[in-house]
T-cell receptor
Framework: GQQLNQSPQSMFIQEGEDVSMNCTSS?????WLWYKQDPGEGPVLLIA?????ELTSNGRLTAQFGITRKDSFLNISASIPSDVGIYFC????????????FGQGTRLTINP | SAVISQKPSRDICQRGTSLTIQCQVD?????MFWYRQQPGQSLTLIAT???????TYESGFVIDKFPISRPNLTFSTLTVSNMSPEDSSIYLC???WGSGRNIQYFGAGTRLSVL
């Protein structure tokens, strides 16, 4: 089946640092989504991207839909303790399907 | 976004028993989905549940093991049947919501441990 390769798998950073993570796929997606999952919770949508080349911001978060439609990145600027969690990319829309394909996740740990 | 409630939030079950997980949405939605998240892993789609039709299962998941009901546009259940320790996971319900550009929103999940 389709797979998304998300990297890095984990990050250990200092508070205030910027963060960058990305996802790549061998297949084309029509929509890229970025979710964050806190312990004991379900994934919460951060950013949705709908067009190749689209760059979208949500506060300190910025994400881009790659031109080839096979990749996306998420940047977090000036990290704060509440940014700790697991970040997942998800692709949607292969061959008209509405199901989501998830990346493996990036676990972000912040040292105060 | 839609508000999604899952019950139970967690459970500890004995091998060989079955557990039914409920998913309630505060709005009518066409598409509902059930995912499994094994410990330390990503989310894997189990099936898509549409009201008025049989659920569509992904490769590796079968109806006998994970029967799904979708009696109306705001409710669905997933049953984990004849459980074994390998079924210990988080089970998540999601709904597709929004006009035009539908986005999936998730419930908080059900944390299942099988002894």
């Amino acid at each position: 089946g389709q797979q998304l390769n998300q990297s890095p798998q984990s990050m250990f950073i200092q508070e205030g640092e910027d963060v960058s993570m990305n996802c790549t796929s061998s297949s084309i997606f029509n929509t890229w989504l970025w979710y964050k999952q806190d312990p004991g919770e379900g994934p919460v949508l951060l950013i949705a991207l709908y067009k190749a080349g689209e760059l979208t911001s949500n506060g300190r978060l910025t994400a881009q839909f790659g031109i080839t439609r096979k990749d996306s990145f998420l940047n977090i600027s000036a990290s704060i303790p509440s940014d700790v969690g697991i970040y997942f990319c998800a692709g949607q829309g292969i061959q008209g399907a509405q199901k989501l394909v998830f990346g493996q996740g990036t676990r972000l740990t912040i040292n105060p | 976004s839609a508000v999604i409630s899952q019950k139970p939030s967690r459970d500890i079950c004995q091998r060989g028993t079955s557990l039914t997980i409920q998913c309630q949405v505060d709005s009518q939605v066409t598409m509902m989905f059930w995912y499994r998240q094994q410990p330390g892993q990503s989310l894997t789609l189990i099936a898509t549940a549409n009201q008025g039709s049989e659920a569509t299962y992904e490769s590796g998941f079968v109806i006998d093991k994970f029967p799904i009901s979708r009696p109306n546009l705001t409710f669905s259940t997933l049953t984990v049947s004849n459980m074994s320790p390998e079924d210990s996971s988080i089970y998540l319900c999601s709904v597709e919501w929004g006009s035009g550009r539908n986005i999936q929103y998730f419930g908080a999940g059900t944390r299942l441990s099988v002894l």
